[in-house]
């Protein structure tokens, strides 16, 4: 049995779901992903590391379906969620984040994402994908903002492939490995610390181009 850092309630961790769905797995993940992508109640579930102990449990064999098909049906919840999420902002508009405080919502998140998307634009539809809270609220954003669907649709699936198929896949290759099989609570942590590159390196890049252009 794969044992993992308490992170968070037990419920949460990624082995502990795995292992509670059972032969169910696949469905559950799938289920699990589409409300992490495409429901504003689903931000606080584990998605990078939830993608990466799949992989680690296909490689292991504690999940019999095959990696492609894995994939491909994770890569297909993302999509919808996010899918979903978008059309719900565009026909409800506004109107989403305009509740109270809660133990649920929180406007921070809202504000958070909001800069997030503001700063880097479509690129955001990607990068969002490997920020957890943010990769949950920038679909509905991207709907409330009116953002072409098109455009939107497209630069969604592309993350889609990259998170959800990349993480799972690199949880599959390492977890061949016994350091990797023997370290899980290492590589979570891992996982979460990656999670954050993506921002720090554009935030590197913002702030770069303004002194480069001042040189001039």
Not at 128 to 141: D, E, L
Request: charged share 10%; proline share 5%.
């Amino acid at each position: 049995m794969t044992t993992t850092l308490a992170l968070g309630p037990e419920w949460l961790q990624p082995a502990v779901i795995i292992e509670w769905l059972g032969p169910w797995a696949v469905i559950g993940l799938a289920l699990i992903v589409f409300a992490e992508c495409g429901l504003l109640l689903g931000f606080f579930l584990p998605g990078d590391s939830l993608l990466f102990t799949a992989g680690l449990f296909v490689a292991q064999g504690a999940i019999r379906a095959p990696l492609w098909l894995v994939c491909v049906i994770l890569v297909a919840s993302a999509f919808i969620g996010n899918a979903v999420g978008y059309y719900i902002g565009r026909a409800a508009g506004p109107a989403i984040f305009d509740k109270p405080e809660s133990r649920l919502f929180k406007p921070k998140h809202v504000v958070r994402t909001q800069g997030f998307f503001d700063k880097y634009g479509t690129r955001a539809i990607v990068l969002g994908r490997f920020v957890p809270i943010v990769r949950t609220f920038i679909t509905v954003m991207a709907g409330v903002g009116q953002m072409n669907s098109r455009r939107y649709l497209t630069y969604s699936f592309l993350g889609g492939v990259l998170w959800a198929a990349g993480v799972t896949l690199l949880g599959f290759w390492l977890g061949q490995f016994a350091f990797v099989r023997d370290n899980i609570e290492l590589m979570l942590l891992l996982i979460v610390f990656l999670s954050v590159v993506p921002i720090v390196v554009e935030i590197i890049r913002a702030r770069r181009t303004p002194g480069a252009h001042a040189a001039h």
